[in-house]
């Protein structure tokens, strides 16, 4: 089975500075690979996702995020983090050879501070 | 909004009794996913149905079911409730089992076993 691991559970920020979220995931195999951002009280949102291709991907709210194979990462950056970001944000990956049971990982709570 | 809906809102019950949580999936998704999150485990995944069939398990406990109806709303069954089955249980769904579609999340449920 997959793990993954949010290496940072809280990461307090300055407004208009920037961020990274660490996550690595277990396995080397072919995975794909998500972010997803829950805002107090509400459900999970898909922030951004990794299937195939290009190994940067972006999300329409300035974040990004990079595959990286070798170091069985993905991790989430933003170059200048606004108030609104605040919010717990989640790394999930899905192994294809097991269908698509979704493993997550344990969270990283972002606070924007003003 | 992400189109799938959860009810109850909150539940309040006592130790020792059976609750059911209901979920309804997106227009035309066929796969919906239980969650269940705590502040000392995190997310995680308890079971998949696909059209109304089990697609795959993660850690639920015996004392917890669920099935996916013909109109594929889904049901959550928690009996025997412990004070430690208090947690937000979330509904996903998604239009296929693939691992790399995603998954859309209900606003959840929380439930408080007193």
């Known amino acids: 089975a997959q793990s993954v691991t949010q290496l940072d559970s809280q990461v307090p920020v300055f407004e208009e500075a920037p961020v990274e979220l660490r996550c690595n995931y277990s396995s080397s195999v072919s995975v794909y690979l998500f972010w997803y951002v829950q805002y107090p009280n509400q459900g999970l949102q898909l922030l951004l996702k990794y299937l195939s291709g290009s190994t940067l991907v972006e999300s329409i709210n300035g974040f990004e995020a990079e595959f990286n194979k070798s170091q069985t990462s993905f991790h989430l950056r933003k170059p200048s983090v606004h108030i609104s970001d605040t919010a717990e944000y989640f790394c999930a990956v899905s192994d294809p050879n097991t269908g698509n049971q979704f493993y997550f990982g344990t969270g990283t709570s972002l606070t924007v501070i003003p | 909004d992400s189109g799938v809906t959860q009810t109850p809102k909150h539940l309040i019950t006592a130790t020792g009794q059976r609750v059911t949580l209901r979920c309804s999936p997106r227009s035309g998704d066929l796969s919906v996913y239980w969650y269940q999150q705590s502040l000392d485990q995190g997310l995680q995944f308890l079971i998949q149905y696909y059209n109304g069939e089990e697609r795959a398990k993660g850690n639920i406990l015996e004392r917890f079911s669920a099935q996916q109806f013909p109109d594929l709303h889904s049901e959550l069954n928690l009996s025997s409730l412990e004070l430690g089955d208090s947690a937000l249980y979330f509904c996903?769904?998604?239009?296929?089992?693939?691992?790399?579609?995603?998954?859309?999340f209900g606003p959840g449920t929380r439930l408080t076993v007193l």
């Open positions: 996903a769904s998604s239009v296929a089992p693939g691992g790399g579609n995603e998954q859309f």
